[in-house]
């Protein structure tokens, strides 16, 4: 109905799966664009090259969107690939390559609209490297003990996605009333996407805070398995969130 083929546990493993909903918009004659996400350590696997060359030699009109984080799932890319230039591994197989600023927003809406329009003009696959940071390991049990604190710090202080976009707005002439109202408002969309599951979100404080359940409601272990479904990017505080979860695993797990 929304056009989501969801995702996949093995891998790169929907990357050919992209080429082949790619494949159907082109065979019908649509102007529907793919877009696959993936991360930076995917561009080891076969599956990759595999499906770049099909997409390639096809002209499908995809999008495939790298989530270039630095460190794939806890390694450092010049420790895992021979080359760590995406754009030279894309030209390999004719597909048009470029590096993008992957916490500046407006950078990013930038290169997305060129990249639709590329595929939609019949010119072929778009691979769109967008140069990002997590704070957080890969995982809540990823200590993330392969970069140092003053790394992470750096980040947060000077290339902060969220503060840069603030600082954009603020740059265009958009007010600090108006900047709060839209954070507020970012906080009840994220408190009310939670709701469902079974997580009440006090998000009229300033640190999104998890309200006791009550009997009827889902446990935290249940929760836990939805809440990648939450974009932890949206919020600044959501962290606390998090920290919440792992708190309630480990109480249920001694008790």
Request: aromatic letters at 6%; one cysteine or more.
């Amino acid at each position: 109905e929304h056009g989501v083929m969801g995702s996949y546990a093995i891998i790169g493993a929907h990357l050919p799966i992209a080429c082949g909903a790619a494949w159907r918009a082109q065979y019908k004659g649509q102007k529907d664009v793919s877009v696959c996400f993936f991360g930076d350590g995917t561009t080891n696997i076969g599956a990759f090259h595999e499906a770049l060359n099909m997409a390639g030699l096809w002209k499908l009109p995809i999008i495939y969107f790298c989530e270039n984080n630095l460190y794939a799932m806890g390694t450092a890319v010049q420790r895992h690939q021979a080359q760590t230039d995406l754009c030279a591994k894309a030209a390999s197989y004719r597909v048009r390559a470029e590096a993008v600023d992957g916490m500046d927003v407006l950078a990013v809406k930038a290169a997305g609209e060129k990249a639709v329009a590329h595929c939609r003009a019949g010119n072929g696959p778009y691979i769109l490297e967008m140069m990002t940071y997590r704070y957080r390991g890969h995982s809540m049990s990823d200590p993330a003990k392969y970069r140092t604190r003053e790394e992470v710090q750096e980040v947060r202080e000077h290339h902060d996605a969220i503060d840069m976009c603030k600082m954009a707005l603020s740059n265009r002439g958009i007010g600090e009333d108006r900047l709060k109202e839209i954070d507020k408002r970012v906080r009840a969309q994220v408190a009310d996407a939670a709701e469902p599951r079974g997580l009440r979100l006090d998000c009229e404080s300033e640190a999104a805070v998890c309200k006791p359940r009550s009997a009827d409601e889902p446990s935290a272990r249940a929760v836990c398995v939805q809440l990648v479904e939450v974009d932890v990017g949206a919020v600044p505080k959501i962290e606390e969130l998090i920290d919440w979860v792992k708190r309630a695993l480990c109480q249920e797990a001694s008790s």
